[in-house]
């Protein structure tokens, strides 16, 4: 068992049985009582984030999540399927775990996948990810990047805001994270 001094970022917890990856944490040690560590857990399979203090030198469960660097095939109507770049070995991914990494999900693009215990957890997308507009309404004549947004599908079927000077076939970088639109991409 591991204690509180041991929480870091990224590092996986199982509390009441289910696994919680740490995305925010902090050592507070307040004037008058005893210090704590005041933690952000994102459930690892549900996504939900709660908050979450711990005492300082409290026990934790601190579980071991393999990270690897794998690349994706293709959509078989039931699952995601990935290959590992390092040996080749391909494995199934449900739509449940992909969540929506699928609405920037590129045939091989490569993507880090967390497991545990073989099992797949989480899909770690790249920050940002070029995407071809496959649709929107055309721009006009003197529409400048201040004057607003219009929807525009891309490639992989997601649906975006993009600034109105933005034509179709256009490639546009796109957050994978928020799905925002960050710039233009040239050729």
């Given at each position: 068992m591991a204690s509180t001094a041991d929480i870091r970022n990224g590092v996986v917890l199982s509390i009441d049985g289910q696994l919680w990856?740490?995305?925010?944490?902090q050592h507070v040690k307040p004037g008058k009582g005893g210090a704590f560590v005041r933690t952000k857990l994102k459930n690892v399979v549900s996504g939900k984030v709660v908050d979450k203090t711990f005492n300082a030198g409290a026990k934790v469960d601190i579980q071991n999540v393999d990270?690897?660097?794998?690349?994706?095939?293709?959509?078989?109507?039931?699952?995601f399927v990935f290959m590992d770049v390092k040996d080749y070995d391909q494995i199934n991914v449900s739509d449940k775990v992909v969540g929506d990494a699928a609405r920037f999900l590129l045939?091989?693009?490569n993507v880090t996948i967390a497991m545990h215990?073989?099992?797949?957890l989480y899909i770690e997308m790249p920050p940002s990810v070029v995407l071809e507009i496959t649709y929107t309404e055309p721009g006009l004549q003197g529409d400048r990047s201040n004057a607003g947004n219009k929807p525009a599908t891309v490639e992989t079927g997601a649906e975006i805001q993009v600034p109105l000077f933005v034509d179709q076939g256009t490639k546009v970088k796109v957050d994978t994270r928020t799905g925002d639109y960050l710039g233009r991409v040239n050729d």
């Open positions: 990856s740490v995305v925010e944490f990270r690897s660097d794998y690349q994706y095939l293709y959509n078989d109507g039931e699952s045939e091989n693009m215990d073989g099992l797949p």
